[in-house]
């Protein structure tokens, strides 16, 4: 008799049984999160050659994706508060609940939200942080929803990695883009559509007239998707069925990565990253790729095709931690972040400044630039380059660029004559 055949039991112990599997489904579930957190905190999957918590749970731990995703989040929530744990264990909290108050459980709530969602329902904690956390009501709006898909049998949808269950004021969830498998090598596409991208379509099968039959969508997708990949190849790695000598000096930039490397490493690579665990497995990762120098670039590392490799972003940053120490990595993505946000503030402000009227001279006294007696052309931008503080002869060679445009303004003409200051990088000493 099988082990799992519970006919010849007693109602009185099924009872009692059921219930103490329960309280150990508890204990192990709150045991498998406190694993599951430390685990990913040492992000000990990427020297298993796994690029993500979420990549390893589908994988060796052979969680579906939703639990992998639920799993994670509450793992997470539970670290940073870990009377979660207890909660689990004893059975006072479900891991729906726990995904439900991640977004508002901080050390100091913890203990006031715990305490409310003690024994509660998913539909009973919904409500209590509705009214705790009110959100905006959501706007008044008429749409046509068609049926629901009839899905084929082990339908399963396609996750690009853990879900998100953010609950913003004012938040209006919007319907899932997915692709569901309907029969071998044939796939439903479903997904929401602005204005533009609509439009796009439409003329899209427009242009195609008779080229697609009755302008099958599946046939536009595929023929946009294959010219898409082919520019993002070529702009990310080079490729290109008729390559080009190389011409002209190398670049000046140490950094700088040459077409034909990019090209050569993508190609001998397979677009998939090379990490490689201590057991032979290789990372599948195929997005978020860089290229990774073997010989660390700080160390001399130069960018040749022997030189270079395809790495994940996250194997990529394990094996500079494990060159350099995770401390000095944390300290130069900090630095670098801060950098980049100094260059874009810089960016702002010279596109404030820029952007402003450019004829700001038109405050000081026209006299002062033209000759007594003399009445200025509406059109003619040299005074007004003279005001800005440029000699004669060179306010005459900016006005000569607008010399083909009779019907611009007075501005447009202004702006188009500063361009060849901002080409020369001259400017004036009054400025």
């Known amino acids: 008799m099988s082990s799992y055949s519970l006919v010849h039991v007693s109602d009185e112990f099924l009872s009692q049984d059921l219930g103490a599997y329960a309280t150990r489904r508890n204990a192990v579930d709150a045991g498998f999160l406190a694993r599951l957190a430390e685990f990913d905190a040492r992000k000990l999957y990427l020297p298993a050659a796994y690029p993500s918590m979420y990549a390893y749970c589908l994988g060796p731990l052979h969680l579906s994706e939703d639990a992998a995703s639920k799993r994670i989040q509450a793992a997470r929530v539970a670290r940073r508060c870990p009377g979660v744990f207890d909660a689990v264990a004893e059975g006072r909290l479900h891991l729906s609940g726990v995904v439900l108050?991640?977004?508002?459980?901080?050390?100091?709530?913890?203990?006031?939200?715990?305490?409310?969602?003690?024994?509660?329902?998913?539909?009973?904690?919904?409500?209590?942080?509705?009214?705790?956390?009110?959100?905006?009501?959501?706007p008044a709006r008429l749409e046509a929803i068609p049926g629901s898909p009839q899905h084929a049998p082990g339908h399963v949808e396609d996750l690009a990695g853990p879900t998100s269950y953010e609950h913003a004021p004012g938040h209006v969830e919007k319907p899932r883009s997915r692709v569901a498998p309907l029969a071998p090598e044939s796939f439903a596409l479903h997904c929401t559509l602005?204005?533009?991208?609509?439009?796009?379509l439409r003329y899209a099968q427009s242009l195609l007239g008779h080229q697609v039959a009755s302008g099958d969508i599946g046939a536009?997708?595929?023929?946009?998707?294959?010219?898409?990949?082919?520019?993002?190849?070529?702009?990310?790695?080079?490729?290109?069925?008729?390559?080009?000598?190389?011409?002209?000096?190398?670049?000046?930039?140490?950094?700088h990565i040459p077409a034909e490397v990019k090209r050569t490493v993508w190609q001998r690579d397979g677009g998939q990253c090379t990490f490689v665990s201590e057991s032979g497995r290789r990372c599948e990762a195929r997005s978020r790729?860089?290229?990774?120098?073997?010989?660390?670039?700080?160390?001399?590392?130069?960018?040749?095709?022997?030189?270079?490799?395809?790495?994940?972003?996250?194997?990529?940053?394990?094996?500079?931690?494990?060159?350099?120490?995770?401390?000095?990595?944390?300290?130069?993505?900090?630095?670098?972040?801060?950098?980049?946000?100094?260059?874009a503030a810089a960016r702002a402000r010279a596109q404030a400044s820029t952007a402003a009227p450019a004829p700001a001279a038109a405050t000081r006294p026209r006299v002062a630039v033209v000759p007594a007696g003399a009445e200025p052309d509406d059109r003619d931008v040299t005074p007004w380059l003279?005001?800005?503080?440029?000699?004669?002869?060179?306010?005459?060679?900016?006005?000569?660029?607008?010399?083909?445009?009779?019907?611009?303004?007075?501005?447009?003409?202004?702006?188009?004559?500063?361009?060849?200051?901002?080409?020369?990088?001259?400017?004036?000493?009054?400025?």
């Open 101 to 138: 108050l991640a977004p508002h459980l901080t050390p100091e709530s913890e203990a006031e939200l715990l305490a409310a969602a003690t024994h509660k329902s998913k539909s009973e904690i919904e409500r209590m942080l509705a009214e705790r956390y009110p959100r905006l009501p959501e």
């Open 386 to 431: 003279r005001a800005l503080g440029y000699r004669a002869d060179e306010a005459r060679r900016a006005a000569a660029l607008c010399e083909r445009m009779p019907d611009a303004s007075l501005e447009q003409r202004v702006r188009v004559a500063l361009t060849m200051f901002q080409r020369r990088s001259a400017l004036p000493a009054r400025l």
């Open 194 to 200: 602005d204005q533009e991208t609509h439009d796009l």
């Open 289 to 343: 790729l860089e290229f990774d120098h073997v010989t660390e670039f700080a160390r001399g590392g130069e960018a040749t095709a022997a030189e270079m490799r395809l790495r994940c972003q996250g194997h990529n940053q394990y094996q500079a931690e494990q060159t350099f120490g995770a401390g000095f990595m944390r300290e130069k993505r900090t630095a670098a972040k801060s950098a980049a946000k100094a260059r």
């Open 220 to 255: 536009v997708v595929a023929r946009a998707l294959k010219l898409l990949v082919t520019h993002l190849e070529k702009r990310k790695f080079g490729a290109t069925a008729k390559p080009r000598p190389r011409s002209g000096r190398p670049s000046t930039r140490r950094r």
